[in-house]
């Protein structure tokens, strides 16, 4: 089974912290993503990565960065955490291979207080 | 404009009857549509996945139906479980290499006895 794991499940952080929010894959996907979620909104896509080191914008890219050293890892970075970036944060990864079917982790939920 | 729109926002229905979920779409060139189960608090988890040529597909108690010509598929529960109290997001995949997907906003089913 394909397992996606993020590093928190709940993160609590003031306003202008760096937060990381870490996500790991098992299954030597190519593709990752990272979106968040918010009530009346669906998920919208922050960063996706098709390569180790490669990246690219999604549709809500500003006041996020991210970091693919290794394939298996996926991370995004919150520079200063603001309060408008409280959020259910989820982590995706898929392979062209399997229909480009993405795998999501648990979810992390950030509090920005 | 790529966009996946679905009806109804919410549904109450009773445990033990059936219901039924739409979802209209825009997206071109299609690739895929696939039907996703969030419980709340966690990721989405992929229910059913079709192809441009298949119209039907079944998981258990979960039939998803694509009509590729409308552009409109639907998942239809039979005989509903209190643990079907999810959202159900449709989410559809263009040709792209790099597997971006578009979301639905998805439909909160609530089951009560």
């Known amino acids: 089974d394909v397992k996606v794991t993020q590093s928190s499940r709940y993160l609590v952080k003031r306003t202008g912290e760096k937060v990381f929010l870490e996500c790991v894959q098992d299954m030597d996907h190519e593709n990752m993503f990272w979106y968040r979620q918010d009530p009346g909104l669906g998920l919208r896509l922050i960063y996706f990565?098709?390569?180790?080191?490669?990246?690219e914008k999604g549709d809500i890219p500003e006041g996020y960065s991210v970091s693919r050293e290794k394939k298996e890892r996926f991370s995004l970075i919150l520079e200063s955490a603001s309060t408008n970036q409280t959020s259910m944060y989820l982590c995706?990864?898929?392979?062209?291979?399997?229909?480009?079917?993405?795998?999501f982790g648990p979810g992390t939920r950030l509090t920005v207080l | 404009k790529n966009q996946v729109e679905q009806s109804p926002q919410s549904l109450i229905i009773l445990e033990g009857k059936n219901c039924t979920l739409q979802c209209n779409y825009t997206v071109s060139p299609f690739s895929n549509l696939r039907w996703y189960k969030q419980d709340t608090g966690r990721g989405p988890v992929s229910l059913t996945i079709?192809?441009?040529?298949?119209n039907t597909k079944s998981n258990g108690r979960y039939t998803a139906t694509l009509d590729a010509d409308t552009k409109q598929s639907s998942l239809h529960i039979t005989a509903s479980q209190l643990s079907d109290s999810a959202s159900y997001i449709c989410v559809v995949s263009d040709r792209g290499n790099t597997g971006k997907l578009i979301f639905g906003q998805g439909t909160t089913l609530q089951v009560k006895p």
């Open positions: 079709m192809t441009f040529s298949e």
């Open positions: 990565s098709y390569d180790v080191k490669m990246k």
């Open positions: 995706a990864s898929s392979s062209p291979q399997v229909y480009n079917e993405q795998f």
